[in-house]
């Protein structure tokens, strides 16, 4: 295995493949076969992501994954804004007809939804509207494409919420903010929660907020990200409503699109150490690995034993498997399963039979611990809590090491070229001096405001020394 | 509503408009929006899926959307079977770039998935491998569609088993009618699981083998199939092992698709009634809707008794809404929710409160019992096992009253004519009568022999008179 402190990329191509999470030798640029493994665990994702989002109001519903160009091109700014990004179907049947109209593999389904919508949506009473679906989208990215981190097929979740008001609209990405919060804690992944600056919004959008977390390379990565739409989709696609005075009036719009693909690939890279992955118990596949160590006459005992322990954790729902592979080592299974990320093993030998106990391992320190067998459950139940909230200690530690200040352009590249991650800078506002910031920096992009604690700016921008607008955090993004 | 018996077809379209299951009004023929409440159904009937299937060895994975057509086409029989039903993705990007091969919309996920096993398995330590999963395709259907039933996006899960032997691989094919037994239950949908003549297999399979329901107005749809795919794949995929011995081997296949977005369709069919969906409570997202009946002055107490009752289903993982909304009557709730086919109802009114006592109706035969509060978890559970097992019998009536059989063809095409249903007649197993038997019966076709219970024929073929080779059934299918 690479080191991932002095080798973050290849470490990260290493444990793609090692821990068998998907190949990326499918014959289409940017697409993966995603192996049981991955997929396992960005299901528990799923669940997590689902869960909150339902608590929240919203319900489930499944939309075409083609989207006809003339409904595409409704809301002009975001037509022009993914136009880039769009597979099209042409064509189709035995003899190949070309369509009279050109179908996108959608890229993000807003186009989809809201020509539905202006149908469903009728009086105040049909309001607020808040629904969700979990789907693949398809983005023809023309950037280096790199397993659960950039790809041209991928996994995510997007809400669509519609209000009566204004004010409820923007409530909702206060809401979207809590449920990043609530969402990202479960897999141990800190962030800031921003509102991007004008020149970066999602196209179409009247404002854009977005989590962003940082990678071990020091790089930038964005998760969930959050759109105040106002009224341009429900004026471009007719979402109106009667209000409680009887007048018709268009609707207010988000959406929001947490992409469990991406935050896999986020948390994969942040928690991982030289021997492979290391999964938060929360949405590990098996929280605990059995080993049995066998010794000739010994086995039958410690088979026994090793199902048994399984049998009990699995009536406390706790996921568990006794690898009884006869062709390998305890060693090479010990191996084989940090590689993979499974929080606990636990050891069986005849030893720990004679004297009732067992042996239990933690992935995130190597902690070893003889514990009785009579506490097995609480014991793996504790385990499970501390590695969890280990994970988020050692992730909110890093995280916070990396976010800086500078004052100076030549202190904003010395910072962003040796350790990366976010640098508070002062700025004017203006989209000239976010290119010139960029290209001097070479990448370091404007990530915007945290939202709810922006900070008043004291001086001028640190770019053209004019008078400051906002305090802004710079990086480097993927 | 209209009626189901004398009017089935507009009957079901129109359930599928009003109990808001999905809109027919997308832009683009043959596709769905799917509204939350089948969609929260799905979900549910998805789960009993692919727990069914992880029991039973398999595991998860997600494959490309995508097909690169040098896939596609490697399977020469497969391919052209499939050829007709291709949607193709040829351009993307903002300049339209014309791609220099074509991309299919997978319609089904062979020839993506085993272009990945020939890399993945490599010795009979790696065997049997079995993996699924869950997923849309897209088919570039010629016949017209309908909602559920037959369309050019619908949502299925597909199991890929590879095997050692022959052997191994043929008692998949047991395991996966086992499989569809132990589903369908759960959907109270009775079936006849059919070997299906060889001119009716799954294109590239050595043979197949499908389970038929019949549908309230006579007509046959098949729902999960499963394919005996022998070695056809593995040596056009070049999927090969090295066996105990060192010996080099192609390795032998199956797979399976279970439609759970037709399965629904077939449910809402079979259980629905002249006031809408019934469903069955494994699956229903509501087990129990609760009217609070309010008169004036109660209210609060009505609703504080409502919300109780509420949170002590759910307390039990019994899944409850109350509706409160202010703006209906009860009456107009208790046809809301009979047509949105919520098991039970329960009643709450200020007399009920004084009496300790509360109203249940069954929505499956409209039943109502006051019952003691006190026994109400009790009664639910009891109600719900006895819906879902009327529900059953209900169906396996219908279904048994529409098996019969035909000596001649007048008496099979009367038959045909006048109830549909599965017609079992004797045939000489040639491809020449099936047409004939077709024509002559405006669509029957020959759906198979049961597997497991094949019948000796005693006579001769009910076209050609000649000997008769098997007994099969002949229905009218969609």
Redesign the interface.
């Known amino acids: 295995m690479k080191n991932k402190k002095s080798n973050f990329s290849e470490w990260y191509s290493e444990v793609i493949q090692e821990a068998e999470l998907a190949?990326i030798?499918?014959?289409?640029k940017g697409?993966?076969?995603?192996?049981?493994w991955s997929?396992?665990t960005m299901?528990n994702m799923y669940c997590i992501v689902e869960r909150e989002l339902e608590k929240k109001g919203h319900?489930?519903?499944?939309?075409?994954?083609?989207i006809?160009e003339?409904?595409f091109k409704k809301e002009a700014e975001h037509a022009e804004g993914f136009?880039?990004?769009?597979?099209?179907?042409?064509?189709?049947?035995?003899d190949?007809t070309k369509f009279s109209e050109r179908?996108a593999?959608r890229p993000t389904s807003e186009t989809?939804?809201y020509?539905?919508f202006s149908?469903?949506i009728r009086t105040w009473?049909d309001l607020p509207y808040k629904?969700y679906q979990s789907c693949?989208v398809?983005r023809?990215e023309?950037k280096s494409t790199r397993p659960f981190i950039r790809g041209r097929?991928f996994?995510w979740t997007e809400a669509h919420d519609v209000f009566e008001t204004k004010e409820e609209a923007e409530k909702q990405v206060e809401e979207d903010r809590d449920t990043t919060c609530n969402v990202l804690k479960e897999f141990a992944i800190p962030f800031i929660f921003f509102k991007r600056p004008e020149h970066d919004k999602f196209k179409g959008a009247v404002s854009t907020y977005a989590a962003d977390s940082i990678m071990p390379d020091g790089k930038i990565i964005q998760l969930p990200s959050t759109h105040f739409l106002g009224q341009n989709f429900s004026k471009a696609f007719n979402i109106k409503f009667v209000d409680k005075k009887g007048d018709e009036k268009y609707a207010w719009q988000t959406c929001y699109g947490p992409a469990v693909w991406r935050i896999f690939g986020t948390l994969v890279a942040i928690h991982g150490d030289d021997k492979g992955l290391i999964l938060p118990p929360s949405i590990a596949p098996l929280v605990a690995v059995i080993i049995p160590i066998y010794f000739k006459g010994s086995d039958e005992k410690v088979m026994e034993k090793a199902n048994a322990i399984k049998k009990l954790l699995e009536s406390r729902c706790i996921s568990a498997k006794v690898d009884d592979r006869a062709?390998h080592t305890p060693g090479w299974k010990y191996n084989y399963w940090e590689l993979k990320g499974v929080p606990i093993r636990i050891e069986v030998g005849p030893k720990d039979i004679e004297k009732k106990q067992l042996v239990l391992v933690r992935r995130d320190t190597g902690e070893k611990a003889a514990i009785k067998e009579s506490e097995l459950v609480e014991k793996i139940t504790k385990f499970s809590e501390e590695i969890q909230s280990n994970l988020a200690k050692r992730a909110e530690k890093f995280f916070k090491e990396h976010i800086s200040e500078a004052n100076d352009m030549a202190q904003l590249k010395k910072i962003l070229e040796e350790q990366g991650g976010l640098v508070k800078v002062e700025w004017c506002g203006s989209e000239e001096c976010a290119d010139y910031i960029k290209a001097e920096t070479v990448g370091g992009d404007i990530r915007g405001t945290p939202l709810g604690k922006e900070e008043k700016p004291k001086g001028n921008c640190i770019w053209c020394g004019n008078k400051a607008e906002q305090a802004v955090y710079v990086g480097k993004a993927y």
């Open positions: 190949d030798r499918y014959n289409v697409f993966l076969a995603h192996m049981p997929v396992r299901k319900e489930p519903a499944w939309f075409p994954a083609l006809p003339s409904y136009s880039a990004d769009v597979f099209w179907v042409t064509e189709g049947g035995s190949n179908l593999l989809a939804m020509s539905m149908l469903w009473r629904i693949q398809w023809f023309g097929e996994y062709e």
